[in-house]
Antibody, heavy 121, light 107 residues
């Protein structure tokens, strides 16, 4: 069965960086893309960006441009999301989700369990 | 960016009753709309895509309708497992965007 398993919770200080991993199994990794979506405490869903696991093409939300990098390691079927210059309003649960191989838009049919990132001094 | 507006914010429904959730787009998104269900402490679950196609394993009591700017998610007979927050998402235009959610609670 399709599974996306994310890395564990992180606590970071303002200005630091965090890198969250998302290991996929149960499907051909390079046939899909991975989107990253975050959810601040008690808030709704915010799309952060997308990466094609086939060719590494990326597409980031404008507000995060310059601070976020998404990558994949096809040898281990793992996607990564790195967010730099962390601020307190980056505190959120970060989700990876399976999506289209070729387009940044599209529904996400399988989701990871989420990774809580807390930014606090 | 397309703004997605969901209403109501909270819907109080008794088990066995019908629930109707609305989602409006600030401009046409054709039928490129998805619905997700999220329970506390869990990741979202895809229910509907293409405005009206149920995802794998989704019970038939969930149905989606609409196109353009107005969309509806209907739960025909609410069960205890259905009390959750529901989000719509448009994926017609970049960037994709989500509505603010509708919480379906027990009346």
């Amino acid at each position: 069965q399709v599974q996306l398993v994310q890395s564990g919770a992180e606590v970071k200080k303002p200005g630091a960086s965090v890198k969250v991993s998302c290991k996929a199994s149960g499907y051909t990794f390079t046939s899909y893309g991975i989107s990253w979506v975050r959810q601040a405490p008690g808030q709704g869903l915010e799309w952060m960006g997308w990466i094609s696991a086939d060719n590494g093409n990326t597409n980031y939300a404008q507000k995060l441009q310059g601070r976020v990098t998404m990558t994949t390691d096809t040898s281990t079927s793992t996607a990564y999301m790195e967010l730099r210059s962390l601020r307190s309003d980056d505190t959120a649960v970060y989700y990876c989700a399976r999506g289209s191989r070729i387009a940044a838009t599209g529904p996400s049919d399988y989701w990871g369990q989420g990774t809580l990132v807390t930014v606090s001094s | 960016e397309i703004v997605m507006t969901q209403s109501p914010a909270t819907l109080s429904v008794s088990p066995g009753e019908r629930a109707t959730l609305s989602c409006r787009a600030s401009q046409s998104v054709s039928n490129n709309l998805a619905w997700y269900q999220q329970k506390p402490g869990q990741a979202p679950r895809l229910l509907i895509y293409g405005a009206s196609t149920r995802a794998t394993g989704v019970p038939a009591r969930f149905s989606g309708s609409g196109s353009g700017t107005e969309f509806t998610l209907t739960i025909s007979s609410l069960q205890s497992a259905d009390f959750a927050v529901y989000y719509c998402q448009q994926y017609n235009n970049w960037p994709t965007s989500f509505g603010g959610g509708t919480k379906v609670e027990i009346k």
